[in-house]
Each structure stands twice: as structure tokens, then as C-alpha cells.
């Protein structure tokens, strides 16, 4: 958010009379004094009391009240501001100080007038509210009214009329949140401009825009990187140059220049002229082989691991002890790579599907290999989809906060049976609300979905055993041999921004744990979450539908578009199906490449974790 900072000296017109106050320090307005009290003085008042500050902050209270008299050194709003109280002294005598329920911080960049200094500002909301109202109906009205005092056209441009923004807001509108206590601190300063937040694609975020500002037009940079993701997105199936080079917008010969490098390296290796496919380094035994051969009947997996992306599929793989990889490549259809061991007591089969996407083509590609999967392996009773997604953020319910890295196991909400919902289109009422166009499915068997729960909650116990850490230490010490990294990012990489309208984004904290909380987050440990999962462009690709479809559907995670393979799983009467996804970003698990392999890596430890907990085979 970029604001214009007031000069030393701000006012405020109440009543016809200007008050000044010091810069960020009280907050004086002036008006008409009251009479000798009445009974009228009984009436609830919004009252303003500075409750702190310190050499860069300023904390101040804003709460409702009833006030026998005017007692003390206070300035009393008639006309337009009456019931609205302002305390001159700073106190704090006499203040309830019981915890918050919820709060809210975000950030904003002043800019001095005379200076011209970019100053970066914490602003700390934490509300109280009525007895009588219920938890979700105060997460629902604090976010309404975080969204309302930070609406981009009608932000308050100095600190005035930010305090003055937010006790009318109470007084007319917000009427069950009896408290806010704002604590605005300042935290840097800078020559330069912040650098705003930016969305994939080029659109600029900023606070007082109608609209995104564009980045001028220009094609994105070719690099190593991007080539060697584009044949990792294919893999298992080769990809031509001239196919890279279509859906890069280069030439021929920059894609060329980049295989080079990557044959070179060891990384890549081609199929035919001019058609490549990545070197898979963890696999110990891998065949290529024209057609599947016969597996006996006592190495016929039971279980069938279903991945998206490469680094997936590495994942999962460093999970399965005594490996035997085939691939069946074909220049003509989709090639199959299946990854056959053992998990524990179970035999199992990894496949990667071929590129998913949000195109009919890839859908169906995705759909069918999943079916081919099903078909080749006929003693598969339970299927795993292992992979990422997108977390959907509680931005003032801490329990409820999914962030990067933590892992969400598709499980059916309250009161429901489905696990995996795709909408496939969204429509606004006149009324303002969304009708959304949905199909979903739940697996006739929560077996899986309950030995979740059961290590969910159990490694929620003081003390409680947690083994899918293990597996994921394990895990990424056997990647780290192969010079894979999957270590978990630093977390001040875990930004969280929150949709105030439009293409309107601002930046906000995550929420806290209440005092006392049962269950805190330990530091650089995955948090496990049960619910929904969902997916579709309608909701996915609009902020306030995606966040709207979420809180309406108690949906956890989005992924990218797994509806063509959970109807396989579904056409193929397998009655034990689960979703279990890492978390690497806030939007559909594609965009965020640096937390990508961890978040696959703590999905894969996880499903081992449900594998190993799973009653031993009969059928040996």
C-alpha cells in the first residue's frame, strides 16, 4: 500500500473547529463540551483513549462505552461525530486487558512531503467482541471490516483520518466488536520506492488503483531454467525444440543453445533428433521397454501413488525401498513411466501423469493415463494423488491458517461426503452472492481419511509421535546425495497478501496464536490440515470468488485441475482414494518454484506416514 504521509502537523475538522496534533503521537479533537451531564450521557459512545507510545510506535484504543459524565480531560464530537469520545491523555488506567480474539496486521509505505523518505509501517489491529457473538461470525465481520477501512478509493491518507475511519465504522456499521486496539509502528526508511507485489504475468498489485498497472510489454527471458522445467513438465514424454520453442516465444536456436548446456551436464538426453527427455538420477534399476512385462502375482502393487510434477515424483520415490522403474516410450501417445517397491508392509506403483494443464487436451491426457495405470495393474485397491496446491489463508483464524509447506488431506468437511469438488462455473445473483456450478466426489471408504485424522491428531499431543518428519529428513538427505535440493525456504518467503477488491491486493501478517492455544505451530515444521480440496479456473483465477468459494465450502487447498483423474479413480470403482498436498503457494500449487519440492517432499512423507499405518496385506 503506498499512502501519502501527512506533514508534521495533521488536522482534523470537527464541528467546524481545526485541531492540530503531533506527528504520530496523540490524537487531539476538538468540539463543543458537554453540559452538565444528563441521562442522555448514558448513551453508548465510541471512545478513543492513547494507550501508548514509544520511540516509533503508538498504540490507541478504540471501544464502546457507556459514560455517566464527562470526567477527565476529553474532547466530546457533536453533529455528524456525536457519540464519539476522544481521550487527550495517554492511559491506560482503568483498561481491560484481556487477550484479543483476533487480530489483523498488515503493512503500508509512507512518503514524507518533505523528505520525500519511503517510510515501511506495521498497523496492528486486534479486536474484541460482544459475548454474544459467535467465533465464525467474528472472523467473518473482522475481515468485512479490514476490508472496508483498507477499500483502495477510500483509504484514510494520514493518521487522523485512519483513527476517525475506524470509530465511525464502529458506530454505524460493526456494532458486535466492542474493541480495536491499533498499534501502528514504524519499522524502515528508504530513498527508493518499495517494490510492490507482483502476480505471474506481469500485473503490478497496489492499494488506490482501480486497475492492475501492466508491465510493459515484453517477452519473458529464455533461460536454462525454464528449458530444463519445460522437459521436466513433459516427462515422462519426450519434447521437441520446436515445441519449446513455441511455448517460450523463442527461437529455435536459443532452445538449442540451452539442450547443449543441459546434455552437457547430464541433466537431459534426446529420444530422436531434436526430441528430448530428462536424465532421472534416483531411479536404481530403470528399464525402457516397448510394453509392460508380466509382474507376478506377489509383486503386484496394491496401492497406486499418482504424481503431476517432477518433483513429485522424486519425492515419492525417495519413500519406496527396493525401486524397479519402467518406461515405456513412444513417439506416438502419451509414454508411461511406473516406479514399482515397497512402502512399509505394501507393494506400490508411482506414475507421473504427462503435462496437466488447463487445457481440454491435458485434462484428458491426465485422465487416461490414469485409467491406463488402473488397467496395467489390476490388484491396485488404493490410489494416492501425492503432490502440491495452493493453500487458502485464514487471515484471522490461526487453527484454520494454511501456509507454505503444511500439507492438506482431502477429507470431507462437516456434515459432508466429498473430498475433491471442481467448479466449473460461477455466476453473481442480484443479490450480490455467487451461484456456483459444481461436481464433486468422496470416496465410498474413509479408511484412509481416518488414519490421517488419527496421526493428525496425534502428533498434536504434546510429545505426540510424528513420523512422516523422519521420512522427510530422510527423504531429502537422499535427494541432497543426488544434488537435489529440497530443503525448506526461509521463511520471510512466506508472504501472504489479501484481496480488498478488484485487482487490489494488500499485504498482511500471518495471524498469531491466541494465548493459551492448545496446539501451536512448531517453527519449520508442516502443519496437517483435514478438508476440502477444490479446483477450477472460474474460482481459482479471481481472488475474491476463490476466497468466497472457500469459506463457503470449507475447501482447504486448491490444485490444478484433477477432475479428469479422480473421475478415472472414481469410473474405476476404487472405494479407498485420497488427496494429499504440500502447500507451496496461495494459488493453485504452480507458482511458487522455491517452496514447490519442499511441499512435495512433506506430501510424500505424509503418505508414507498413512501407508505405514495401514493393516498389513492378507494377500501375499
Known amino acids: 500500500m503506498h499512502l501519502d504521509q501527512a506533514s508534521p502537523q495533521v488536522a482534523i475538522d470537527l464541528e467546524g473547529i481545526q485541531a492540530s496534533n503531533t506527528f504520530i503521537g496523540h490524537i487531539r479533537i476538538q468540539a463543543r463540551q458537554l453540559p452538565v451531564p444528563n441521562m442522555a450521557d448514558m448513551e453508548e459512545r465510541i471512545v478513543m483513549t492513547p494507550k501508548g507510545k514509544t520511540a516509533n510506535s503508538t498504540t490507541i484504543m478504540i471501544d464502546r462505552r457507556k459514560m455517566a459524565s464527562q470526567d477527565g480531560n476529553v474532547h466530546v464530537g457533536g453533529g455528524q461525530h456525536s457519540g464519539i469520545i476522544v481521550n487527550k491523555d495517554v492511559t491506560s488506567n482503568g483498561i481491560e486487558d484481556t487477550p484479543a480474539q483476533l487480530q489483523l496486521e498488515f503493512k503500508v509505505f509512507l512518503i514524507n512531503a518533505q523528505t520525500q523518505k519511503h517510510t515501511q509501517e506495521s498497523r496492528q489491529l486486534r479486536f474484541w467482541f460482544r459475548d454474544t457473538v459467535a467465533d465464525k461470525e467474528r472472523m467473518k465481520s473482522a475481515q468485512e471490516f479490514f476490508k472496508e477501512l483498507v477499500a483502495p478509493l477510500e483509504f484514510p491518507r494520514d493518521y487522523v483520518g485512519f483513527i476517525k475511519k475506524i470509530m465511525k465504522m464502529m458506530q454505524h456499521k460493526y456494532q458486535s466488536i466492542s474493541k480495536i486496539e491499533i498499534e501502528l509502528k514504524q519499522l524502515e526508511e528508504s530513498d527508493k520506492p518499495p517494490t510492490r507485489p507482483t502476480r505471474p504475468g506481469g500485473v503490478l498489485y497496489t492499494v488506490g488503483r482501480s486497475e492492475p498497472d501492466r508491465v510493459e510489454d515484453q517477452k519473458p527471458e ?72 508380466t509382474i507376478t502375482s506377489n509383486k503386484q502393487p496394491t496401492i497406486a501413488i499418482i504424481t503431476a510434477h517432477y518433483s513429485e515424483k522424486l519425492a515419492v520415490d525417495t519413500m519406496i525401498e527396493n525401486q524397479e522403474t519402467f518406461v515405456r516410450y513412444t513417439t506416438v501417445g502419451e509414454s508411461n513411466i511406473y516406479t514399482l517397491g515397497n512402502i512399509g508392509a505394501h507393494r506400490v506403483v508411482c506414475t507421473k501423469l504427462p503435462t496437466v494443464g488447463h487445457d481440454r487436451s491435458a485434462s484428458i491426457a491426465a485422465g487416461n493415463t490414469t485409467t491406463r495405470l ?33 500439507v492438506v488431506v482431502a477429507s470431507p468437511p462437516e456434515g459432508q461426503r466429498f473430498i475433491y469438488m471442481y467448479c466449473d462455473g460461477a455466476k453473481v445473483l442480484e443479490n450480490g452472492a455467487y451461484e456456483f456450478e459444481t461436481k464433486s466426489w468422496g470416496p465410498p471408504d474413509l479408511s484412509l481419511q481416518n488414519i490421517a485424522e488419527k496421526l493428525k491428531d496425534q502428533g498434536e499431543e504434546k510429545e505426540g509421535p510424528t513420523p512422516w ?94 477432475d479428469a483423474v479422480v473421475e478415472s479413480v472414481y469410473g474405476n470403482r476404487k472405494d479407498h482414494y485420497i488427496l494429499i498436498r504440500g502447500i507451496c503457494d496461495y494459488h493453485d500449487g504452480t507458482r511458487n518454484k522455491d517452496w514447490q519440492p519442499y511441499a512435495a517432499l512433506a506430501a510424500a512423507g505424509f503418505m508414507k506416514a498413512i501407508i505405514c499405518g495401514m493393516d498389513a496385506p492378507t494377500d501375499v
Open 374 to 406: 488402473l488397467g496395467t495393474f489390476q490388484k491396485v485397491e488404493y490410489v494416492f494423488l501425492v503432490g502440491t496446491a495452493g493453500g487458502v489463508p485464514h487471515y484471522t483464524d490461526y487453527n484454520k491458517h494454511v501456509r507454505l509447506g503444511d
Open 469 to 562: 518428519l523422519q521420512y522427510m529428513t530422510e527423504g531429502s538427505a537422499k535427494l541432497a546425495e543426488q544434488e537435489m535440493d529440497f530443503s525448506r525456504p526461509n521463511e520471510d518467503t512466506d508472504k501472504l497478501y489479501m484481496s480488498i477488491g478488484g485487482s487490489d491486493v494488500i499485504e498482511v501478517s500471518h495471524p498469531v496464536a491466541p494465548e493459551g492455544a492448545e496446539h501451536v505451530r512448531i517453527p519449520n515444521n508442516p502443519r496437517i490440515h483435514l478438508g476440502a480440496i477444490a479446483s477450477g479456473r472460474c474460482v481459482v483465477g479471481n481472488d475474491q470468488i476463490r476466497q468466497d468459494f472457500a469459506s463457503q465450502l470449507t475447501v482447504n487447498a486448491y490444485d490444478q485441475e484433477f
Open 222 to 293: 529464455l533461460t536454462e531454467e525454464k528449458v530444463l522445467e519445460m522437459i521436466e513438465s513433459s516427462y515422462p514424454n519426450p519434447i521437441t525444440v520446436n515445441d519449446m520453442a513455441k511455448r517460450s516465444s523463442a527461437s529455435n536456436e536459443d532452445v538449442e543453445l540451452f539442450i547443449s548446456n543441459l546434455t552437457d551436464k547430464g541433466l537431459i538426453k534426446a529420444m530422436a533428433p531434436g526430441c528430448f527427455t530428462r536424465v532421472v538420477q534416483n531411479e536404481t534399476d530403470l528399464k525402457v521397454v516397448r510394453q509392460m512385462p
